[in-house]
């Protein structure tokens, strides 16, 4: 069975990171259109080996402000009630770090020991910043499923609306990664903290039917 030892894991997308071509900046460098944020890449630029719709114990909130779309950026406690819907890219260890060396403006190209306390732990964090935490969702295929977030918990900080490029990048993720239609993407993101209270669900109803008809 595979293992992070095997040099490969499971690295799990909630956000704009579950739509491919959004991925494919992180992993090749680059601006991504509608984007204010040029990205170094990866040393392995290759593709992900594989992909996989996955349902994750927890929930997904925004919060922040996003130096790449503005408004809330996604965030996974958890501990929030229900699942996450997220896609799970199999990338090596070394495209993971590289990759959460981006998320989390540091420059990428160095091993990430953390992986492997996570790994074993459930939960490892490099600092205070967001998605400076790595959290185990779970093993799949024998193979570890890792992804970063904020330290803290949802309930612990003010949520903020995301901006509608990003809702966009998210509903398009979605229908890609799990195939939904565009009710059941816009009731999803619609529940989420961050997006409840401060988009009406008509709203998000008409920004998601856009994205998928682009």
């Known amino acids: 069975m595979l293992t992070a030892v095997d040099g490969l894991l499971w690295y799990v997308a909630y956000g704009s990171n579950m739509h491919a071509d959004r991925l494919n900046w992180y992993l090749g460098g680059g601006r991504p259109p509608g984007g204010l944020r040029t990205y170094p890449g990866c040393r392995d630029c290759r593709p992900p080996r594989r992909s996989a719709a996955v349902l994750v114990p927890g929930g997904i909130y925004f919060a922040g402000e996003s130096r790449a779309w503005t ?27 590289d990759l959460a060396a981006q ?25 205070p ?11 799949r295929d024998g193979v570890p499923m890792l992804t970063f977030t904020a330290p803290g918990r949802a309930a612990d900080v003010e949520w903020n609306a995301p901006a509608p ?4 990048m998210l509903a398009g993720g979605l229908r890609e990664a799990h195939g939904w239609d565009a009710p059941r993407i816009a009731g999803y993101l619609a529940d989420r903290p961050g997006v409840a209270g401060r988009w009406e669900l008509p709203a998000v109803e008409s920004l998601v039917a856009g994205a998928l008809d682009g």
């Open 71 to 97: 408004g809330g950026m996604a965030f996974y406690d958890p501990e929030l009630p229900g699942v996450a819907a997220a896609r799970a890219w199999l990338l090596t260890r070394e495209q993971f770090a």
């Open 103 to 127: 998320e989390m403006y540091r420059e990428p190209g160095a091993d990430l020991d953390l992986i492997e306390v996570a790994v074993a732990r459930g939960r490892a964090t490099l600092g």
């Open 129 to 139: 910043g967001r998605y400076e935490t790595l959290v185990r969702t779970g093993v």
């Open 165 to 168: 490029v990003y809702l966009a």
